[in-house]
């Protein structure tokens, strides 16, 4: 049984969330989590969304909802000025002004266990879901700095505050040991610590931790940041054991039987309220059991799908010369389109948060850009 959650704010809600869809499992070049806050005030009601636009902000103020929950980030790149004109601009400053708070959950909830892949799968009624190969397992590493005393303290702030040195259910999982550091500054060295000419002896710490490759890169780039030595010694040991399966883009699941193309593509469009889909040609007498799906944009993962042996792979914005290739490969696929594929999204995060809190959420009821006939 969930816990009940009585005393809400932005904080309480968005901790939760973060529980299931970690936002340290976002892609580097995506921008989610905060998007506007304004204040960690009790929330009074939840407006979920795909995207967000002004008439989503519009409806958050005529339902009374101070937080929106969206999928697609509304801010991708820094906003360099505020100008009214601009599409984005305007949506940030109506939501200022009516003390709306907006945040995303979007490439971390793609890749998530049990995140959109997963409950995309479970509409169609699959189970044995499984991640890609390629994605299985995340490799670990062991990372290794020496830092002075005094600065211990800088650096299990950091770690407190984000999610990183992550094992299992524990972040901030690092180990000190104390000893001596020696240098000897060149002419040309700024020293944080110690003297030009001279042989310097310091007291440090071996600070070690470990992490998965998702993360390596970022962890690098911050222990430099926060290091205060000139040129930091930062060592990395890959380890001879493998991480659990943490997330990543793609899932497989199997029907219960094999069923026709033309069955399957019935059940999807029904699922998914879809009236029109596009599939690449194939074998008409096509049997249908083995599912592989990235919802969004996921061709570029459709050879690891081929690699699978699925029947058939299921994503969105298939492009003309990614069709081309799929027409002459051994897997179909069927492009449903990038806002059907993760407007289901809504209905995940609806789903979590009326287990997890008692509090009224709303789901905005957007409409795919795009019409067809």
């Known amino acids: ?3 009940i959650t009585y005393s809400m704010n932005v904080e309480t809600i968005i901790k939760k969330i973060n529980q299931y869809f970690a936002l340290s499992l976002q892609e580097d070049w995506d921008n989610s989590g905060s998007q506007i806050i304004i204040n960690n005030s009790p929330i009074s009601k939840i407006l979920i969304s795909l995207d967000i636009t002004e008439e989503v902000v519009d409806f958050a103020v005529k339902s009374n909802a101070n937080i929106i929950i969206s999928h697609h980030p509304l801010i991708f790149k ?7 004109t601009r599409f984005i601009d305007n949506i940030v400053i109506k939501a200022i002004k009516n003390d709306i708070n907006i945040f995303s959950f979007h490439t971390n909830v793609d890749k998530a266990v049990d995140g959109l892949a997963d409950f995309f799968l479970k509409k169609l009624g699959a189970s044995k879901i499984t991640p890609f190969t390629v994605n299985s397992f995340k ?3 062991k990372v290794v700095t020496f830092i002075p005393k005094d600065f211990i303290e800088k650096f299990l702030t950091f770690f407190e505050k984000e999610s990183v040195a992550v094992i299992g259910d524990y972040k901030a999982c690092s180990f000190f040991t104390e000893g001596i550091g020696t240098f000897y500054p060149l002419p040309d060295s700024e020293p944080f610590l110690g003297e030009k000419g001279r042989l310097n002896r310091i007291e ?3 600070t070690e931790i470990t992490v998965n490759d998702n993360d390596l890169n970022k962890l690098i780039n ?3 940041d926060l290091h205060p030595y000139q040129e930091p010694v930062i060592d990395i040991y890959p380890m001879n054991v493998k991480g659990a399966f943490i997330g990543g883009f793609g899932r497989i699941g199997h029907l219960e039987g094999d069923i026709s193309l033309e069955q399957f593509i019935t059940t999807l469009k029904e699922k998914f309220s879809i009236d029109m889909v596009k599939f690449t040609k194939c074998n008409e007498n096509l049997k249908v059991k083995k599912i592989a799906v990235c919802p969004g944009s ?4 459709y050879k690891d799908a081929v690699k699978e042996g699925v029947d058939i792979y299921i994503t969105g914005d298939m492009k003309y010369h990614e069709g081309f290739d799929a027409f002459y490969s051994s897997v179909p696929v069927i492009d449903i389109g990038h806002f059907h594929s993760e407007i289901i999204f809504t209905e995940l995060l609806k789903d979590l948060l009326d287990r997890e809190f008692q509090i009224e ?3 905005f009821p957007q409409k795919d850009v795009f019409k067809y006939r």
Request: hydrophobic share 40%; charged share 20%; proline share 4%.
């Open 78 to 84: 820094p906003l360099q000025s505020i100008n009214y």
């Open 298 to 301: 996921g061709m570029s993962f």
């Open 361 to 363: 959420t709303i789901v």
């Open 222 to 224: 911050k222990l430099k």
């Open 1 to 3: 049984m969930h816990h």
């Open 204 to 206: 440090e710490f071996r």
């Open 139 to 141: 490799k670990l590493f």
